[in-house]
């Protein structure tokens, strides 16, 4: 049975326009699951291992930003485990689309999950037959925003014949992290949205 994973995330939130962050973003991560990524996590767990991080929670933001766990690193070191991530997803076997909107050009409360509706609706129709290429699509969501949830079940739901939704919990990160690569055996981990998803089923 042929199994697409698409791990979703947003950055920025459905209110008005705040120029500290202008953007409105939906990232979607495509992973074909008979693709064996295992390879490239043990890559991914040596490199931070090597870099002396063996237990480092991939978590871009505070990563970037010297927060929580990194407040103590230097530059070259939160620089070292990025670099780490970021030879991880520039060499694994994924694809991904993204949904940007510009909050500024709104005009009306609900024109941004109108917005958002169209774009992902153009979307998977243009895709469409790529997507019947598999038995099942799995959605990944953490139901962060209750408005891009829906979204989400809606259209995909009414695009696609062989969608499911699950539903993903970030906190679960902390506690098998430091397996990554042997304890997940060929599910998918994904940093995105500034968090590292270790999906079940």
Known sequence: MKTLSVFIDESGDTGPYDHRS???LVSMVFHD????????LH?????????????????????????KEFVELTMPERKCIFNCLYNFTRTVDITYH????????????????????????AFL???????????????????????????LVNIFGATLNNV???????????????HLGVRMGTRFALCIGGRLWLPGG
């Open 22 to 24: 202008p953007f409105y």
């Open 33 to 40: 699951q008979s693709r064996d990524i295992t390879p490239n």
């Open 43 to 67: 890559r991914l767990q040596n490199a931070v291992q090597l870099a002396g991080y063996p237990n480092c929670i991939m978590h871009a933001g505070p990563l970037i930003r010297r927060e």
């Open 98 to 121: 993204t949904i940007a909107v510009e909050k500024k050009q709104l005009q009306h409360e609900f024109d941004l999950l109108i917005r958002l509706s169209k774009s992902l609706f």
């Open 125 to 151: 129709r243009e895709h469409q037959v790529f997507f019947q290429g598999y038995d099942r699509v799995i959605v990944y969501y953490d139901h962060g925003q209750n408005e891009l949830n829906s979204i």
């Open 164 to 178: 499911e939704f699950r539903k993903v919990v970030p906190v679960f990160v902390k506690k098998k992290v430091q």
